[in-house]
Structures are given as structure tokens and as C-alpha cells.
């Protein structure tokens, strides 16, 4: 019989593609964490992963295995909390989101609506798309707002069948420029990539790709060689950074027209191919959203723009 913690070590490396990341993020050693992996792939009879230069990839049967490991410890979660002693009138709400304004306005309306005189148990996080996903089949949140570029959509789309989840569309639109009022390109007439050249781009340092093909990560990383980028990990550097230097610019989603008058910005439609976005609702498909939940999307909804 496996050791359940195995399980979940191996998931953590299969979601990090690297084991000392894995090890990081599990509060280990890299060594330990080696052990352990060599302990359950000396169990099952086979190598789950191949190494890399890159990293970690799962093996065929390795892939299989873990499908596999993923769905016993979902099953264990769910017997676990149905035998918990349920609290009357408690309150629970997990969710991760993507970093956008929308969301954080949503969660501030949210608010509103909760009863603040019984137990509550409520969880907002703000992460990237592929951190969001693992959370929800980690139950460390029980629904999760995702974005990615509706170029990627077939490979998050795949990403979430994988791994055994449901899908709700919530809303598709095009990304905006955002730049400083001082900036000089927020007087262009018209805005292309090529414009954009010599100033420098605000963008999320740990947006990822599941299943990007290796041609398209070359084709990125030649594309971002000579490209002037600042990588920032939340919305507060993104503003600072955008007010007090004219000569950097961000895409985003539409914000709303209070963001933009105290911080000094502007605003920017522009037609860029291929420069459009999407938001999904992600959950387990065993779970139930509740009247939480419902609110919350509907919040949402409201504060996009």
C-alpha cells in the first residue's frame, strides 16, 4: 500500500515540474524529497518521472499513476469532510482569483452580504491560473476565478480536463493599455506592437502555460530577447511602478475610472491581434457551489468592466 503522503509529494513535483521547487513549497529538503520519490517509484515498479535539464516530466505510465493518485486523495478529502461535525449557520468561503481589480471590488461588495455575528471561514487568494487550478484540486480552495489569453484557452482548457475538473465561462474581452498620463504613449494616435518598442512592459513574472508546445516556448523566448520587461508578482508594484515612470506601460483588464484618476493613468484601447483574454470559474465536480459562492460570482459579474 502507497504512503498517502507519497501521493501528495509526487503531485507537488508533477505541478512544479521541478523537485526542488516541489521541495520548497512541502517544506523539505530536496534530498527528502528524492527519498521519498525514489521510495514510491521503488513501490509502484516504475520510473513517474522523467529528469530534465528542464526539470521533471511525467512518464506515460507515470501520467497514469498520478491521474490515479489524484482522484484516491480527492475521494479521502471528501470522506474526511463528510465526516467532520458540520457547525451550524458557519460560513465558507475559499476562492482564488486572478490579480484584477474586478475581483478584489467583488470581494469588497461580498462582504456586504455576510453575516458577521456567526463563524466564519473565509479564504481570498490572488495567484496566477495554473496555482489556482492546483489549489481547487487540492481543496485548499474550493472554486477559483482563472485568466489566461484566449490564445492559450485549449491548453488551460485541457489543464482543467486533466485533472478531473468542471468549468463555468465567466467573461471574454480585450486586454487595455495602462501608462501613466506623463507618458508619451498615451498621446499616440495609433498603438501597435512595433510602437511599443522602446518602452518597457509591466508584466507578471509567474504567468504560465500548461502543455505549451516546446516550438511556442522557443518562439517566446526569442520574441521576449530584446524586449525591455520588469516581472512584478502583485497589482500595488504594477500601479507604483506605472505612476512614477512614464516610460513603462502594462496590459490589463479595464479598470475602473476611480483606479485611474488617483493613480494618474490612463487608459488605452488599442487593436493588437491576438490581445484578448478569458475568465473561467473553476471547482471540483463532486462539490456543490453554495449561496456563497453563487453571490460571489454574481458580484463578479457585476464589477466587470
Do not use: W
Amino acid at each position: 500500500m502507497y504512503n498517502l503522503m507519497h501521493l501528495r509529494y509526487a503531485l507537488e513535483i508533477e505541478s512544479t515540474g521541478s523537485i526542488s521547487k516541489a521541495a520548497k513549497n512541502l517544506y523539505m529538503t530536496q534530498p527528502q524529497l528524492s527519498r521519498a520519490l525514489k521510495e514510491l517509484e521503488d513501490s509502484v515498479g516504475c520510473a513517474l518521472f522523467n529528469r530534465t535539464a528542464k526539470g521533471v516530466i511525467a512518464t506515460d505510465k507515470g501520467a497514469d499513476f498520478l491521474a490515479g493518485a489524484r482522484s484516491v486523495l480527492s475521494k479521502l478529502e471528501e470522506m474526511e469532510m463528510a465526516m467532520k461535525p458540520s457547525v451550524v449557520g458557519k460560513q465558507d468561503f475559499l476562492v482564488s482569483v486572478p490579480r484584477a481589480g474586478c475581483y478584489s471590488y467583488a470581494f469588497d461588495d461580498f462582504l456586504n452580504c455576510i453575516d458577521f455575528d456567526i463563524t466564519m471561514n473565509l479564504t481570498y487568494r490572488e495567484t496566477n491560473a495554473v496555482r489556482a487550478i492546483k489549489n481547487v484540486c487540492d481543496s485548499v480552495n474550493d472554486i477559483a476565478f482563472i485568466r489566461f489569453r484566449t490564445e492559450h484557452e485549449k491548453y488551460f482548457l485541457r489543464e482543467i480536463d486533466d485533472r478531473g475538473l468542471g468549468y463555468e465561462p465567466i467573461h471574454t474581452g480585450p486586454y487595455v493599455l495602462l501608462v501613466s498620463k506623463d507618458s508619451p504613449i498615451a498621446d499616440m494616435k495609433r498603438i501597435t506592437m512595433q510602437s511599443l518598442e522602446s518602452y518597457c512592459e509591466i508584466i507578471e513574472g509567474d504567468y504560465i502555460v500548461p502543455y505549451l508546445p516546446i516550438a511556442e516556448v522557443r518562439s517566446t523566448i526569442e520574441f521576449n530577447a530584446n524586449r525591455k520587461t520588469i516581472a512584478v508578482f502583485d497589482r500595488d508594484t504594477r500601479t507604483r511602478i506605472l505612476r512614477s515612470c512614464p516610460e513603462t506601460y502594462a496590459f490589463t483588464s479595464p479598470v475602473s475610472k476611480k483606479h485611474i484618476e488617483k493613480n494618474n493613468l490612463a487608459e488605452i484601447h488599442c487593436d493588437i491581434p491576438d490581445n484578448s483574454y478569458c475568465d473561467l470559474m473553476i471547482f471540483r465536480k463532486s462539490y456543490r457551489l453554495n449561496h456563497y459562492d453563487r453571490e460571489f460570482v454574481q458580484k463578479v459579474k457585476e464589477n466587470l468592466h
